[in-house]
C-alpha cells in the first residue's frame, strides 16, 4: 500500500523512511548472509570434526582395554579389574558425547550399533574375569594368540567403519554445499546490492517527483509573481502540502491582480484629472493666442503686418504640435532594452545632437572623470533622451559664452553624472511625476523635458535631482549604480 503515489508530506517521509529500513535491511542481508552462511558451516564443520575425534578415541580405548584385560587375566594382577572398570568409563562417557553430538536419526542409528557391539564385546571381556575355566592352561595359550585379540576387535571394527563412513560422507557433502556456495557468490552477493541500489533509485525518485519538483516549480513560480507577474500560475502538483501551498499563492497572486488592476484604474482616474487641466491649460493659451492674432488680421494695415500675424499663428500651432508629441512621448509606456555601456559614450552622444545650439551660443563644456571608462546597465536611446532634455535645458538657461561642466563622479558603488550651468537658477523645485514643473522660457519649449528625463532615469530605478543656487546657476545629478548585470 505504501507503494502509491502519497497524498501529503507525511506519507511521503513514511514511504521513504520505509524505503530506508529496507536499505538497511539488505545492506545487512549482503553482510550478514555470508557470515551467517560460514558460521554455520563452521559450527557444522567442527561437530562432524568432534564426532569422528571421538569415535576415534572410542576404538582407540577398546582396543588398549581388550588387551589391558587379556594381560591382567594371564598375569592375575589384583588392579586388573579396576584398570578394566576406568576403561569402561571413559568408553561410556566417548558414547554420551556421541548422542550429545548426533543431529540426524541416522547418527544417532549409528551410535546405537556401535554401542551395542561394544557391550556384546564387553560382556566376553566379562567372562575373561569371571569364568574359572578361562584360567586353565589351554585357555591361557588361546589368549595368548594374537588372533583372539583380534577376532574379539572384529566385530567392533565393522560398525566403527559403518560410523566412520557416515561421518566422512557427511563432512563430504558439507564440502560440497561450501563449493557451491562457493560458487554461486559471484552471483549472489551482487543481489542485495543492486536491491540497495535499487531502493535508493525509488526512494529519490519519489522524492523528487512528490516534493522537490514541485516545490521547486513554486519557489521559481513565487519569485516570477514577486517580480510583478501576477498572472503566473503555479502548478497545483505534488504532495498535499505542497499543492496546498501552490493554491494558496495562486489565489493571493489573483487577488493582488485584481488589487492592481482596481488600483490602476483608480491611478488612471487620477493621473486623467491630474491631467485634464494642463492640458487644457497648454491648449486653451495658444488658442486663444491664435484667435486674437486672426482676429487682428483683417485689421492689418500691410502686407508685413499680415505676414507677421499669419507667422504668429504658425509658430504657435507648431508649439502646440510639438507638446502634444512630447505629452505622447511621456504618457507613452518605456520599455527598456538594457545592455552594458560606457557612461561617457552616452553624455558624448547628447552632445553631439546640441552642437549647433552650443556654437549659437559659444558655451564651453568641460568634462571630468571621462578617463574612468565606467559601464552602465542602461537603455543607451532612452538615457540619451534624458540627458539631452537636461542638457538642453541647461543650454538654454545658460547666458552667451557661459560654461556647461559634466562629471562623472564614481561614489560607492554608484556613479553620479553632474550636468552644472551658469544660468539664474531654477525659480522652483522640480519633482517627479509632475507634469507641471514650471514655466518653460525657451520659445520653441514644451516644459516636458523634465518630466520625461525623471520618468526615463525612474524607469531604469535611477535617481534624479537638481541643487539650484539663485544667481549661481543648477547642478542636475543622476545617480545610477555601478554594477553590472547581464541582459
Not at 308 to 321: M, P
Amino acid at each position: 500500500m505504501w507503494f502509491k503515489k502519497p497524498h501529503s508530506l507525511r506519507n511521503l517521509l513514511i514511504t521513504h523512511e520505509i524505503t530506508f529500513l529496507l536499505l538497511v535491511t539488505a545492506t545487512g542481508l549482503l553482510g550478514g548472509l555470508p557470515a551467517y552462511f560460514w558460521q554455520r558451516h563452521s559450527v557444522e564443520s567442527v561437530r562432524l570434526n568432534s564426532l569422528i575425534y571421538v569415535n576415534e578415541q572410542i576404538r582407540g580405548d577398546l582396543f588398549r582395554q581388550i588387551q589391558e584385560a587379556i594381560r591382567a587375566r594371564l598375569l592375575e594382577e589384583p588392579q586388573a579389574l579396576e584398570s578394566y572398570g576406568e576403561y569402561s568409563r571413559r568408553i561410556d562417557e566417548h558414547f554420551t558425547r556421541l548422542r550429545k553430538n548426533a543431529r540426524t536419526d541416522e547418527e544417532n542409528l549409528a551410535i546405537e550399533e556401535l554401542q551395542a557391539s561394544y557391550r556384546a564385546i564387553q560382556k566376553d571381556m566379562n567372562k575373561i574375569f569371571t569364568d574359572p575355566y578361562m584360567a586353565s592352561r589351554q585357555v591361557r595359550m588361546k589368549i595368548l594368540d594374537p588372533g583372539f585379540a583380534q577376532s574379539m576387535f572384529g566385530r567392533f571394527e565393522d560398525e566403527y567403519q559403518a560410523m566412520n563412513s557416515l561421518l566422512t560422507r557427511e563432512y563430504d557433502e558439507l564440502a560440497q554445499v561450501l563449493e557451491r556456495w562457493t560458487s554461486y557468490a559471484p552471483v549472489l552477493l551482487p543481489i542485495p546490492l543492486l536491491l540497495a541500489f535499487l531502493l535508493v533509485l525509488y526512494a529519490r525518485y519519489i522524492l523528487n517527483r512528490d516534493f522537490v519538483k514541485p516545490m521547486s516549480k513554486v519557489i521559481s513560480g513565487a519569485r516570477t509573481i514577486s517580480r510583478g507577474k501576477l498572472e503566473q500560475q503555479l502548478p497545483e502538483t505534488g504532495v498535499e502540502e505542497v499543492s496546498q501551498l501552490a493554491r494558496t499563492i495562486n489565489t493571493m497572486a489573483r487577488d493582488l491582480e485584481e488589487s492592481h488592476q482596481a488600483l490602476v484604474e483608480s491611478e488612471k482616474q487620477a493621473a486623467l484629472g491630474a491631467l485634464v487641466p494642463v492640458v487644457a491649460h497648454n491648449i486653451r493659451n495658444p488658442l486663444a493666442s491664435i484667435r486674437a492674432t486672426a482676429q487682428v488680421i483683417d485689421d492689418a494695415e500691410d502686407e508685413e503686418d499680415l505676414r507677421e500675424s499669419k507667422q504668429a499663428i504658425l509658430d504657435t500651432i507648431d508649439r502646440l504640435g510639438r507638446w502634444v508629441n512630447a505629452l505622447v512621448s511621456y504618457l507613452h509606456p518605456l520599455k527598456p532594452n538594457y545592455r552594458l555601456v560606457y557612461a561617457h559614450e552616452m553624455v558624448d552622444a547628447a552632445l553631439s545632437l546640441l552642437m549647433a545650439k552650443l556654437t549659437e551660443k559659444n558655451i564651453e563644456i568641460k568634462k571630468h572623470g571621462w578617463e574612468e571608462r565606467l559601464r552602465l546597465n542602461a537603455d543607451p536611446d532612452l538615457m540619451e533622451q534624458a540627458l539631452f532634455a537636461l542638457l538642453a535645458n541647461a543650454i538654454d538657461a545658460s547666458p552667451r559664452d557661459a560654461i556647461i561642466t559634466i562629471s562623472l563622479v564614481p561614489r560607492d558603488q554608484n556613479l553620479e553624472i553632474h550636468i552644472q550651468d551658469q544660468g539664474p537658477g531654477l525659480p522652483f523645485e522640480p519633482k517627479s511625476n509632475n507634469l507641471v514643473p514650471g514655466p518653460s522660457t525657451k520659445r520653441f519649449g514644451t516644459g516636458l523635458g523634465m518630466p520625461i528625463a525623471f520618468k526615463i532615469c525612474e524607469r531604469h530605478g535611477w535617481n534624479l535631482n537638481f541643487k539650484s543656487v539663485s544667481g549661481k546657476g543648477t547642478t542636475a545629478i543622476i545617480t545610477a549604480p555601478i554594477r553590472i548585470i547581464e541582459e
